[in-house]
DNA sequence: CGGTAGGTTGATTGAGATCAATGGCCGTGG
DNA sequence: CCACGGCCATTGATCTCAATCAACCTACCG
């Protein structure tokens, strides 16, 4: 039970991007013991936080790291459902059903999450109005993420899901560099692609100056010209 | 001040199946003045209900007919969102950046909204936490639809559509026949489509027995192979 | 070292976009 | 009443973009 521990470190600096920060922070200073954080989890690369069809218990904020959302189809493929950045939270897609309708698994060698039991969110809620709206605004962001994923031209589809990824990452260092943390095959399952689509694609843009890759680093060069592919 | 009826007919037929039946009724019962929901708007097909980037106050109960979210591309080509049935909640889109991302329009002749302040709302769930639940729930629900629009084949894209829309119309009829509420350039559009591509699956899925279509009736006359061809 | 996973590049193929023409339906107006 | 135009749906012909198949390269790891 020392995991649950009363002296939880809501000043990490990896918590600062977390929409739960101030409710950590507050009961920190409280000196009250940490009844929303049941307990943190450190995940290696490919460890799986949960299973499809798992009951639905746990809300997880991402502390650091990533994790990816899929499904196996009847011919073994992965389906990928979402993509869980470092300050975000996940795990509603499942309040309905009852159970998490997708596998989750890290994506990076430093992802930890918080586990938030779902009953005690909801009771948290009701005594911290604030959080209630933080909540539901942060749900409400999610409906608009991945609206691209229809666009007609493969590279306006990629051009969006960097655009995207950058700001999701709210790249401190506003030098628009940043690290993705999924491969080529997750990108194209992601954006209903072939893998080589998107190799090529970054290829192009790269060729192109609007953007320089080398392995997951990419960086923009031409940010109202990704803006202006984006939009077709 | 009289649109705002204390009298709200929580009782009318359509209304049984929307998420907020139990507690306008309840109200109604309690001979409460009805708080909840503000107005009751009629649409006349192809009637805005909001604009995109409209300031975002209301969220519509959907009493009947149908309403699609969509947006306008550079070129002037409309981009669909969702569909929201009768029965369905929408707006929520809307909460985190505080307008509409999307503008809104009837999709048919007899649609009625219910529009809800969100602020009434939130204070609404504060003192009904079972309205709470199912809100969220709700909206857990929304992130399950629509999750085959980069299936690799056009025809699983439109299966998959096809068995969504019935199960959300939730054919009290079971006899698996329901009226499309759009057009084959909607259902084109939201699937990432082109029109001709609709209608041809259409005109082959009818050739395979596996449904019937005649102009926006649909009678679904093979579910199991329709359910493995959304499979892939 | 060799093995494996991830990434790139080239050649070929195919599904769906696009272009074009036609027919049905409906409301409007002569 | 019928004629007309607009919208929607269907069908055919052609073209194009991205999938597929295949080879190769690189980095990483036991």
């Known amino acids: 039970m020392l995991e649950n521990t009363s002296t939880y470190n809501a000043l990490h600096p990896n918590c600062q991007h977390c929409m739960l920060y101030c409710f950590c922070l507050q009961a920190a200073n409280a000196n009250k013991p940490q009844t929303l954080v049941h307990k943190k989890r450190q995940l290696k690369p490919k460890e799986l936080l949960y299973s499809c069809r798992d009951k ?50 890290s994506m990076s060698a430093e992802t930890e ?7 005690h969110l909801l009771e948290a809620i009701f005594s911290h ?9 942060f749900i409400s962001q999610r409906f608009n993420f991945g609206l691209y994923v229809t666009a007609p031209h493969a590279v306006q589809r990629l051009a969006s899901f960097l655009l995207e990824l950058e700001q999701r990452l709210h790249a401190e260092t506003s030098c628009s560099e940043f690290t993705l943390c999924m491969s080529r095959q ?3 399952n ?21 953007i320089s890759v080398s392995n997951r ?15 077709g």
Not at 129 to 137: E, G, W
Not at 193 to 206: D, H, K, M, P
């Open 56 to 105: 639905f218990s746990n809300i997880y904020a991402i502390k650091a790291g990533a994790v990816k959302t899929f499904g196996i189809d009847m011919e073994g493929k992965e389906h990928i459902h979402h993509f869980y950045l470092a300050g975000e939270m996940m795990g509603f897609e499942a309040v309905h059903a009852g159970c998490y309708p997708f596998s989750a698994i």
């Open 113 to 119: 999450v918080c586990e938030i039991r779902y009953e």
């Open 190 to 210: 992601y954006l209903g692609l072939a893998t080589e689509t998107v190799s090529r694609i970054f290829t192009r843009l790269q060729r192109d100056r609007i």
């Open 129 to 137: 109005p604030d959080l209630h709206r933080k909540i539901l605004s």
């Open 217 to 231: 680093k990419v960086k923009v060069l031409a940010l109202e010209k990704l803006r202006w592919i984006a939009q």
């Open 186 to 188: 997750d990108i194209g």
